[in-house]
């Protein structure tokens, strides 16, 4: 296992907080990281291994809950701090669950469908010991969406030759998803800032946005934002960056990059993104410094950092993506007196969805879209007011105060559990 690094806020809250030893022993490194090799009979007939991760940082509330990333940078480091950051989220939602994440090291952009199916179905057989509906519970993460999710189901219940519809979440609704999954890590982040920007009197219609990362989770938030009132007025994906200073129209855009995969070329292929089209193409560094009042950063990690940061213009700081401000990039930007939203109160809307359907699969209730809408948003609302009152109460970054709520309720069902005895899970 690859020696772990706690992030530096972590450490402080410990020692600012009195937080116990044993506590902190039992934080200080991931519970269990299985690194597998997963194999891939190509289409030309040929053989590929790919290296792959699943890691269960902490089980204290619950069975690990994460998603399953395939992307070129995947490497355990990164799941692990990926899966130490659904422990914290899992804790400050009040789920029932642990925090874990895994990956593959790969570009699914190279392999044709076929090719990430049997990468999928053979990444569940890999990982196949050390997950299920009470031990661990993968789900989507970045290139990988509700299509993977039907896969890998199918897979792991060919392994244990039984129905498991709560073993994964994020699946296809017809395979035992929940309604309103796809929509809900926008939707939860829309729920978050549109409580922030009622605490400070604010409404949509003054509110200029700028989206970085129109995916799974930017691209709905987007969309979401837009029929709110906000407006919209730039979009990036990792190809391109379109800006419009008079708004956007998402939706346009999204039934785009549903047809071609890319936004490049949503203004010039004959398809404008607005009637009138006064929108732009943009370098997409450009869009971190425009002139909005929200930027939302929807894409990968450390997109802002020391070297950015002071380039930033908006005020307010959204984070959709985990992790898509460094440390030093955060100091700098609270530094000069902006607000981070930070990545484990913001983007939890699609685990908590998640754990709906986790429900769901479990009792064989069918919850209607408005049903999982009414829950997320009260969860939601629920958690984004705890942690902007105790935020404010203590004088506290939001960040800050997510995790001081989030360890304080791991450290109490530590403690609760008595001396420690739980492996096997
Ligand atoms: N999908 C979900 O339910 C959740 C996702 N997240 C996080 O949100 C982030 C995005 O995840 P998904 O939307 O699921 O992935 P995705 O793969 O669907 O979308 C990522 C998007 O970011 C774009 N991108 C990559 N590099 C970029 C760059 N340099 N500039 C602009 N765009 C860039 C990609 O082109 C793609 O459109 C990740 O950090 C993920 O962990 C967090 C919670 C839940
Ligand atoms: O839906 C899930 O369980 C996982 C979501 C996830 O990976 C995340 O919040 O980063």
Known sequence: MNPFELPALVQRIFDDRDVSPDVQAILRQPDKSLG???????????LAVFPGWRVQYDKTLGPAKGGVRFHPAVDEGECTLLAFWMTVKCALHALPFGGGKGGIRVDPKKLSPLEVERLSRNYITAVADIIGPDRDIPAPDVNTDARVMGWMADEYADIRRSHQPAAVTGKPVCLGGSEGR???????ALIVLDNWMKRQGRTPRQTRIAVQGFGNAGSHFACLAHEAGYRVVAVSD?????????G?????????????????????AGRSVKEG???KEIDQAALLSLDVDVLVLAAMENAITGDNAAAVR???????ANGPVSPDGDAALTGAGKTVLPDVLVNAGGVTVSYYEWIQ????????????IDQLTQRMQDTAGRCFDRAEEERLQVREAAYVLAIERIAHAIRSRGDRSYFGG
């Open 248 to 268: 956007l129209e998402p939706r346009r855009l999204f039934d785009y990059k549903e047809r071609e995969k890319e936004l490049s070329g949503a203004l010039y």
């Open 238 to 246: 990792s190809q391109a960056a379109i800006h419009d200073p008079d």
């Open 314 to 320: 908006a005020p307010l700081l959204l984070e959709i």
């Open 36 to 46: 597998v090799s997963v194999p891939l009979r190509r289409d030309d007939g040929s």
């Open 182 to 188: 796809a929509q809900a890590t926008g939707r939860g």
């Open 361 to 372: 699969g479990r009792t064989g209730e069918r919850w209607s879209e408005g049903k999982v």
């Open 277 to 279: 089209d006064g929108g």
